[in-house]
């Protein structure tokens, strides 16, 4: 096949219908845009893949087009990946990727890996009067986020030319049972945003090394970390011939986003992927999202462009 286009079907929650101007789950259309959960993130960009496909339909293509439409993108992707387990969507399907994610019809050829941990810190619980008694979860929660921040400081070492540096936050902390009880468990999640030079195990196993250096000085204390999600970064190389005719398709350089996309799982079956579509990424996730009508017919016409240098 000569071009997989694919975008994902699902949205987010729309939070507090009462803060919409709009019901969010109805389509308005409003001083040409449209309001709507998912307007932007991504029916759009669906809507202009499904026309420019259909603006083909009766024509002999010299390569075949793919059009992947996927569930479960917003929570893992777990749609795609059951897509590829399932050998539905397989190795070399395409000689390119477009994803129709929103850019603002900016091309977008990196981004950052990501990683979540679960870090679980079980200890033992006491009276708090008496302290020397318990080992306490929560207190060591504290001393592993200490090493945290340290270990961002260190990861400053490795700069990707395109994305930047390697970070993580701790961005969830549960913990502890009763003002006067030392606690005996805590939980931690990190989030990891990573350049192609970390990989997950790397980074799984440097926190597995602050967790070992907190369990060695107490006994009592136990430590695991888990991986809860993981994806790869994208790395459309800025001389990839996909990226060289959208730049002159759509006239402006292709660059890098800060959040991830299915990009990644394509590029790991052979099938180099830029991310392109209709709407701002500032929309996706908030209130009133909306998308213009004049950016869907845009995107419409760089998807027939793209099918025509690449499929006719
Ligand atoms: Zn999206």
Redesign the pocket.
């Known amino acids: 096949m000569g071009l997989l286009f694919s975008g ?1 079907m699902d949205v987010v929650p729309a939070g507090d219908f009462s803060k919409w101007e709009t019901p969010p789950f109805e389509p308005k259309i409003r001083d040409g845009k449209l309001f709507g959960r998912g307007a932007a ?2 029916k759009g960009g669906l809507a202009a893949i499904v026309r420019a496909i259909e603006s083909v339909k009766n024509t002999q293509l010299k390569r075949g087009i793919v059009f992947v439409a996927t569930a479960g ?2 929570v893992g992707f777990d749609g795609l990946r059951a897509l590829i387990r399932d050998g539905i969507v397989k190795d070399h399907e395409a000689i390119y990727g477009i994803i129709g ?2 850019t603002s019809l900016r091309i977008v050829r990196a981004h950052k890996g990501g990683t979540l941990f679960r870090v679980t810190i079980k200890g033992r619980s006491a009276h708090s009067s008496r302290p020397e008694l318990g080992v306490n979860a929560v207190e060591n929660a504290a001393r592993f986020i200490i090493g945290l921040t340290d270990l961002r400081k260190l990861l400053r070492d490795m700069r990707d030319p395109d994305l930047g540096f390697t970070v993580l936050s701790a961005t969830i902390i549960r913990g502890g049972v009763k003002e006067n009880v030392i606690p005996d468990s805590c939980e931690i999640i990190v989030d990891c945003r990573r350049i192609p030079h970390h990989d997950q195990r790397y980074i799984s196993s440097t926190l597995k090394q602050i967790g070992e250096s907190l369990k060695s000085g107490q006994t009592g204390l136990e430590l695991t970390i888990e991986e809860v999600l993981s994806y790869d970064a994208l790395t459309t190389s800025e001389n990839h011939p996909i990226v060289k005719l959208a730049e002159e398709i759509v006239g402006g350089k292709a660059g890098v986003a800060p959040y991830g ?1 299915e990009g990644p799982l394509y590029q790991k079956l052979g099938i180099p992927t830029i991310i392109l579509g209709p709407g701002s990424v500032e929309q ?1 996730h908030t209130v009133n999202e909306y998308v213009e009508i004049k950016e869907l017919h845009k995107a419409e016409d760089i998807y027939k462009e793209l099918i025509k240098r690449v499929c006719l």
């Open positions: 994902h993130d991504m993108e917003e994610e929103p996309t996706a």
